[in-house]
């Protein structure tokens, strides 16, 4: 079965102290992994998606990179409007329609 | 240009109601997308839409759950005789086609409380 686990649940960063979230996934052939960022009572806002190992993406303070087995979000030197859940999610080959299979998220707190 | 727009974006109604949840795509968009978040819960998959046509609909938690799409556009999720179990938000996301390369796009989310 198909399974996708963020850690951590839940992190508190001060601003400016760099920091990584994990997404580690077991799916039976990847199509696609998936970072998207939810602010409460928001839908979740895409961010980028890796298709094999090695790739990374950059988008302001966050780099995203994918192995065989996880993907990292990295966010650098971050700010307090970072502050959202992050959720990673994969497109298997199973999956009816290109559907994506969710993680919980990281909730991250960045503080002043 | 538009996001998604889905309505309304609150809903409280009384168990054992009927609830239809609309969801407008961006326009242009083929594929259509519909999640449950539950509180402290992952997104969960309901059904897909490729145009009007439906080809998957095993990811419907029950037979209370329903949805339709006409003129490639307009979707609506209906949930009869509701229960407190259905309380959640309703994401509608859409994408340019049904392919690994097309992002989801989010809309807001329908809050339904079912009391």
């Known amino acids: 079965e198909d399974q996708v686990t963020q850690s951590p649940e839940a992190l508190r960063l001060q601003e400016g102290e760099s920091s990584s979230l994990n997404c580690s996934y077991t799916?039976?052939?990847?199509?696609?992994l998936f970072w998207y960022r939810q602010d409460p009572g928001k839908g979740p806002e895409f961010l980028f998606t890796?298709?094999?190992a090695g790739e990374e993406k950059e988008k302001e303070r966050l780099k995203a990179t994918l192995t065989k087995k996880e993907s990292f979000l990295h966010i650098t030197a971050p700010k307090p409007e970072d502050s959202a859940t992050y959720l990673c999610a994969v497109q298997a080959v199973s999956n009816s329609g290109y559907a994506l299979n969710f993680g919980k998220g990281t909730s991250l707190l960045v503080t002043p | 240009g538009a996001g998604v727009s889905q309505s309304p974006s609150n809903k409280v109604t009384e168990k054992g109601k009927d609830v239809e949840l609309r969801c407008d795509p961006i326009?242009?968009?083929?594929?259509l997308y519909w999640y449950r978040q539950r509180l402290g819960q992952g997104l969960e998959f309901l059904i897909y839409?490729?145009?009007?046509?439906?080809?998957?609909k095993s990811g419907l938690p029950s037979d209370r759950f329903s949805a339709e799409r006409t003129g490639e556009s307009v979707s609506t999720l209906t949930i009869q005789r509701t229960q407190q179990e259905d309380s959640a938000v309703y994401l509608c996301?859409?994408?340019?086609?049904?392919?690994?390369?097309?992002?989801?796009?989010f809309g807001n989310g329908t809050r339904l409380t079912v009391t």
């Open positions: 839409f490729q145009g009007n046509s439906a080809p998957d």
């Open positions: 996301a859409s994408s340019l086609e049904v392919s690994y390369n097309s992002p989801l796009h």
């Open positions: 799916v039976s052939g990847l199509r696609g």
């Open positions: 326009s242009g968009h083929t594929a």
């Open positions: 890796l298709y094999s």
